[in-house]
């Protein structure tokens, strides 16, 4: 994990060289959203993996998906919400070791780890320069929809996207699905809400 933060840092440098070349950023949303798809065709060898691991229903690749979309359609509002998804998703996969159980170099664990920095990049790329206020009444409502969605599959499918159905293993306790439903939802309201304050780019440029 420290060799990951590592891998980030260098990288989210470079990103931060680079952060007024708006071509980067459209290179960035495309690689990423190809390295999602591969992810998905390799799941859809096995149906059954494919239901239960393969969606892209973690918040990780929906804020990649959606980040890339809301983009293109320049629908900023919606692109900054799922770019600070992206950073708090990148930000917690990488305080916990990998969790696919195959060996490196494998797509599970080289998408993790690609995936989940150009994510980053491209989100703090979208919040320097296409940032917009959100409000807290949007943030609900994106955030309890996306997440009810989310539970109402696991339910369906026996998965456990989002973590909305039990906690990871090595979490000394558990709770149950709608607290946690409820729970990490409202979690990520208040965060969200409270970073979407800030300036990136005004913050950026006070550095220099």
Same mark, same amino acid.
């Not at 539970?151 to 159905?165: F, H, M, P, Q, R």
């Given at each position: 994990?420290?060799?990951?933060?590592?891998?980030?840092? /260098?990288?989210? /440098? &470079?990103?931060?060289?680079?952060?007024?070349?708006? %071509?980067?950023?459209? &290179?960035?949303?495309?690689?990423?959203?190809?390295?999602?798809?591969?992810?998905?065709?390799?799941?859809?060898?096995?149906?059954?993996?494919?239901?239960?691991?393969?969606?892209?229903?973690?918040? $990780?690749?929906?804020?990649?998906?959606?980040?890339?979309?809301?983009?293109?359609?320049?629908?900023? %509002?919606?692109?900054?919400?799922?770019?600070?998804?992206?950073?708090?998703?990148? #930000?917690?996969? *990488?305080?916990?070791?990998?969790?696919?159980? *195959?060996?490196?170099?494998? &797509?599970?664990? #080289?998408?993790?780890?690609?995936?989940?920095?150009?994510?980053?990049?491209?989100?703090?790329?979208?919040?320097?320069?296409?940032?917009?206020?959100?409000?807290?009444?949007?943030? $609900?409502?994106?955030?309890?929809?996306?997440?009810?969605?989310?539970?109402?599959?696991?339910?369906?499918?026996?998965?456990?996207?989002?973590?909305?159905?039990?906690?990871?293993?090595?979490?000394?306790?558990?709770?149950?699905?709608?607290?946690?439903?409820?729970?990490?939802?409202?979690?990520?309201?208040?965060? &969200?809400?409270?970073?979407? %304050?800030?300036?990136?780019?005004?913050? #950026?440029?006070?550095?220099?």
């Amino acid at each position: 994990m420290p060799l990951l933060w590592g891998i980030l840092l /260098i990288y989210l /440098i &470079i990103i931060y060289k680079l952060r007024y070349k708006r %071509k980067i950023l459209p &290179i960035q949303l495309v690689s990423l959203s190809i390295i999602e798809i591969a992810l998905l065709l390799w799941y859809y060898e096995g149906k059954l993996l494919f239901i239960r691991e393969g969606l892209p229903l973690y918040h $990780c690749r929906i804020a990649a998906f959606m980040m890339t979309i809301s983009y293109f359609r320049k629908d900023y %509002k919606l692109s900054n919400y799922f770019a600070w998804l992206g950073i708090i998703g990148t #930000l917690i996969a *990488f305080s916990f070791p990998d969790p696919s159980k *195959f060996l490196w170099p494998h &797509i599970t664990n #080289l998408t993790y780890v690609l995936g989940h920095s150009l994510s980053m990049g491209s989100a703090l790329m979208i919040l320097t320069d296409e940032r917009r206020g959100l409000d807290f009444k949007f943030i $609900c409502k994106i955030t309890l929809i996306m997440n009810f969605v989310i539970y109402l599959v696991n339910k369906i499918a026996s998965a456990n996207y989002g973590y909305l159905d039990h906690l990871p293993d090595s979490f000394p306790m558990n709770f149950p699905s709608p607290v946690l439903y409820l729970g990490i939802s409202f979690g990520m309201i208040v965060l &969200i809400y409270e970073l979407s %304050k800030i300036n990136l780019k005004k913050l #950026l440029t006070s550095k220099n």
